[in-house]
Protein backbone atom coordinates (compact mmCIF):
# COMPACT_ATOMS: atom_id res chain seq x y z
CA UNK A 1 0.00 0.00 0.00
CA UNK A 2 0.90 3.56 -1.08
CA UNK A 3 -0.08 6.49 1.79
CA UNK A 4 -0.14 10.10 0.31
CA UNK A 5 -0.61 13.22 2.38
CA UNK A 6 -1.16 16.52 0.71
CA UNK A 7 -0.21 20.11 2.42
CA UNK A 8 0.56 23.50 1.57
CA UNK A 9 -3.17 24.63 0.59
CA UNK A 10 -4.78 27.95 1.48
CA UNK A 11 -5.86 31.28 0.53
CA UNK A 12 -4.61 33.28 -1.39
CA UNK A 13 -5.37 36.30 -3.41
CA UNK A 14 -5.37 36.65 -7.31
CA UNK A 15 -1.62 36.78 -8.86
CA UNK A 16 -0.28 34.96 -5.79
CA UNK A 17 2.01 31.76 -5.58
CA UNK A 18 1.35 28.36 -3.56
CA UNK A 19 2.93 25.62 -3.29
CA UNK A 20 1.63 22.21 -2.62
CA UNK A 21 3.69 19.57 -1.38
CA UNK A 22 2.30 15.22 -1.34
CA UNK A 23 4.73 13.09 0.75
CA UNK A 24 4.24 9.60 -0.08
CA UNK A 25 4.88 6.59 2.13
CA UNK A 26 5.05 2.74 2.09
CA UNK A 27 5.92 0.66 -1.17
CA UNK A 28 6.37 4.10 -2.83
CA UNK A 29 8.75 1.99 -5.19
CA UNK A 30 5.93 0.52 -6.25
CA UNK A 31 4.60 3.68 -8.17
CA UNK A 32 6.43 5.38 -11.07
CA UNK A 33 4.37 8.44 -11.91
CA UNK A 34 2.71 10.83 -9.31
CA UNK A 35 -0.22 13.74 -10.55
CA UNK A 36 -2.00 16.74 -9.13
CA UNK A 37 -5.98 16.55 -9.67
CA UNK A 38 -8.06 19.18 -8.80
CA UNK A 39 -11.89 19.56 -7.84
CA UNK A 40 -13.39 23.12 -8.45
CA UNK A 41 -16.77 23.29 -6.68
CA UNK A 42 -19.33 21.66 -8.34
CA UNK A 43 -17.30 20.30 -10.87
CA UNK A 44 -15.95 16.94 -11.83
CA UNK A 45 -12.40 16.17 -10.98
CA UNK A 46 -9.51 17.30 -13.52
CA UNK A 47 -5.97 16.72 -14.44
CA UNK A 48 -3.56 19.21 -13.12
CA UNK A 49 0.26 18.22 -14.03
CA UNK A 50 2.01 15.03 -13.64
CA UNK A 51 5.36 13.73 -13.28
CA UNK A 52 7.43 10.44 -12.91
CA UNK A 53 9.65 9.75 -10.17
CA UNK A 54 12.80 9.27 -12.18
CA UNK A 55 13.50 11.66 -15.32
CA UNK A 56 12.36 14.63 -16.29
CA UNK A 57 9.02 13.81 -18.05
CA UNK A 58 5.91 16.13 -17.06
CA UNK A 59 2.40 16.85 -18.63
CA UNK A 60 0.17 19.72 -17.90
CA UNK A 61 -2.89 20.69 -18.59
CA UNK A 62 -3.62 23.93 -20.92
CA UNK A 63 -4.88 25.68 -18.25
CA UNK A 64 -1.77 26.03 -15.80
CA UNK A 65 1.16 25.40 -18.49
CA UNK A 66 3.48 28.38 -17.95
CA UNK A 67 2.03 28.80 -14.34
CA UNK A 68 2.26 25.41 -12.64
CA UNK A 69 5.59 23.30 -11.90
CA UNK A 70 5.15 19.83 -10.48
CA UNK A 71 8.72 18.30 -9.85
CA UNK A 72 9.37 15.65 -7.55
CA UNK A 73 12.01 14.64 -4.92
CA UNK A 74 12.05 10.50 -5.29
CA UNK A 75 14.95 10.31 -2.30
CA UNK A 76 12.21 11.79 0.07
CA UNK A 77 9.09 10.62 -1.67
CA UNK A 78 7.60 13.89 -2.35
CA UNK A 79 6.22 15.40 -5.09
CA UNK A 80 5.47 19.07 -4.93
CA UNK A 81 3.47 21.87 -7.23
CA UNK A 82 4.42 25.08 -7.73
CA UNK A 83 1.40 27.44 -8.41
CA UNK A 84 1.95 30.90 -9.68
CA UNK A 85 0.06 33.72 -11.26
CA UNK A 86 -2.89 32.48 -9.76
CA UNK A 87 -6.44 32.84 -10.62
CA UNK A 88 -10.02 32.85 -8.69
CA UNK A 89 -10.86 29.64 -10.97
CA UNK A 90 -7.92 27.45 -9.48
CA UNK A 91 -10.14 27.44 -6.60
CA UNK A 92 -10.29 23.88 -6.00
CA UNK A 93 -9.43 21.10 -3.44
CA UNK A 94 -5.95 19.79 -5.05
CA UNK A 95 -5.44 15.61 -5.17
CA UNK A 96 -2.26 13.82 -4.96
CA UNK A 97 -2.26 10.86 -6.68
CA UNK A 98 0.08 7.93 -7.70
CA UNK A 99 -0.29 4.81 -10.13
CA UNK A 100 2.46 2.16 -11.33
CA UNK A 101 4.05 1.62 -14.42
CA UNK A 102 6.21 4.77 -16.81
CA UNK A 103 3.25 5.86 -19.03
CA UNK A 104 2.14 9.22 -17.62
CA UNK A 105 -1.42 8.76 -17.98
CA UNK A 106 -4.37 11.91 -17.09
CA UNK A 107 -7.52 10.29 -16.24
CA UNK A 108 -8.38 10.26 -12.74
CA UNK A 109 -9.21 6.35 -13.12
CA UNK A 110 -5.51 5.30 -14.35
CA UNK A 111 -4.34 6.24 -10.83
CA UNK A 112 -4.31 3.74 -7.87
CA UNK A 113 -3.49 5.70 -5.01
CA UNK A 114 -5.31 9.00 -3.81
CA UNK A 115 -4.57 11.38 -0.98
CA UNK A 116 -6.98 13.22 1.25
CA UNK A 117 -6.72 16.79 -0.52
CA UNK A 118 -5.91 20.33 -0.03
CA UNK A 119 -8.39 23.49 -0.52
CA UNK A 120 -6.78 26.04 -2.51
CA UNK A 121 -8.85 29.31 -2.49
CA UNK A 122 -7.91 32.31 -4.75
CA UNK A 123 -9.46 35.74 -4.05
CA UNK A 124 -10.36 38.08 -6.84
Aim: with cysteine; charged share 15%.
Amino acid sequence: QVQLVESGGGLVQAGGSLRLSCAASGRILSTNCVAWFRQPPGKEREFVAATAWIGDRTEYADSVKGRFTISSDAAAGTTYLQMNSLRPEDTAVYYCAAKMGLQIYRPASAYNYWGQGTQVTVSS
